[in-house]
């Protein structure tokens, strides 16, 4: 998945490719470097809009050609795609405070090990690091840190598992002359990209090693994985949740076209939730070439991939951090506590995005 996209592709050899530079964050460099950079116009035309077609099926019962409503007994409207099967949208399906509570499991205690982060390969498991960059804490790599390594004769303790940065006052690091590599707690936070809950992805070998120690995915997000699912399950099944990825995306920072498939039963959706700044996801076809439907999604909609629409190519290249568009403000009051004020800065110029599988 990660790994494998988008990297061999050129430019705009594929239809997928193509809209993903459609709507990729650029900045007009027309303009002097000494102003702030700006970015980019771009088109948001042709981009579906399931806020509307919502608001527009309250109101009438009328939805736009090409989409319609899910008749299912869940308790809100679900929308789908006539020509893609197994995709479902379920718009505003989190309310604001289930979205407050996933940004900050999501930033707090999702991050934390045995749940790997993109971190763990050059730092190996870092602790608290929602706290630490709330304290303006450095990550130091502790001076005897190989040796110790070497001398461990158990295999199985590989670099990705030992200790061996730790977290610093500020001051004290600078007391300590610069010998030490190290790096801030802030700058580790933005560039935190996925973390995985349950049962662990090995990106290198793009598989599901269920030897990886693990925490549980938390009783209350399985609960609410298994509510989302229900419109995409076959009647009397239940979903089960054995693994989540969590992804963590900053402006600029896009997920290229990709295919969900190391999971055993693709009849079985994935149920992805949206949580912070608005997005654009772009829903492709079986082929890079088929051009993918781009739309928004908003913080609180849920998402749902199953049966031929696993096999369809998508991903997101762009989220919007301005005012205008990044659709926040009930999650601005929602943090406008000052205890608050470091989810607030954060979910400000961030999208979340969990994504829960049922791996056999
Ligand atoms: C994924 C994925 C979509 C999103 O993590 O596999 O497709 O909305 N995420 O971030
Ligand atoms: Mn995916």
Redesign the pocket.
């Known amino acids: 998945?990660?790994g494998s996209y988008g990297v061999s592709d050129d430019a705009e050899r594929t239809a997928f490719r193509r809209a993903e530079k459609k709507y990729k964050v650029y900045y007009d460099d027309s303009k002097s470097s000494k102003k702030k950079k700006q970015l980019k116009q771009v088109d948001l035309s042709e981009v579906v809009d399931f806020k509307a077609i919502l608001r527009s099926f309250n109101q009438s019962g009328e939805v736009p050609p090409g989409t319609f409503a899910l008749q299912c007994d869940f308790d809100r409207p679900v929308f789908c795609i006539e020509n893609r099967p197994g995709f479902y949208f379920i718009p505003d399906a989190l309310t604001v405070e289930e979205q407050g509570r996933w940004i900050r499991e999501s930033l707090i205690s999702f991050p934390q090990p045995y749940n790997r982060t993109n971190h763990n390969a050059i730092y190996g498991p870092i602790r608290d690091l929602f706290m630490a960059a709330k304290e303006r804490k450095i990550l130091v790599e502790e001076e005897d840190s190989s040796g110790g390594l070497d001398s461990l004769s158990n295999s199985s303790i590989t670099n990705m598992d030992a200790e061996r940065w730790k977290f610093y006052e500020e001051n004290t690091v600078s007391s300590r002359g610069s010998t030490c590599k190290s790096i801030s707690a802030s700058v580790l936070l933005r560039k935190l990209r996925?973390s995985t809950l349950g049962l662990q992805f090995d990106w290198s070998k793009r598989n599901y090693n269920v030897s990886l120690p693990h925490n549980k995915i938390p009783d209350a997000l399985c609960d609410l994985a298994k509510e989302m699912a229900a419109p995409a399950m076959s009647k009397g099944k239940v979903f089960q949740p054995e693994a989540a990825?969590v992804?963590y995306?900053g402006l600029g920072d896009m997920?290229g076209g990709?295919l969900?498939d190391m999971e055993a039963d693709w009849t079985k959706p994935?149920v992805?939730?949206?949580l912070g700044c608005k997005?654009i996801?772009l829903l492709g076809g079986k082929s890079r070439d088929d051009p993918p439907l781009a739309m928004f999604?908003r913080s609180g909609d849920v998402?749902l991939?199953a049966g031929e629409a696993r096999e369809c190519f998508?991903?997101?290249p762009r989220i919007f951090t301005d005012q205008e568009n990044a659709e926040i403000a009930p999650l601005e009051l929602m943090f406008s506590h000052e205890d608050d004020v470091c989810f607030l800065e954060y979910i400000r110029s961030s999208?979340i995005?969990i994504?829960i599988r049922q791996v056999f």
């Open positions: 998945m990660y996925w990825i992804n995306f997920l990709h969900d994935i992805s939730m949206s997005a996801f999604v998402v991939m998508h991903g997101v999208r995005n994504n």
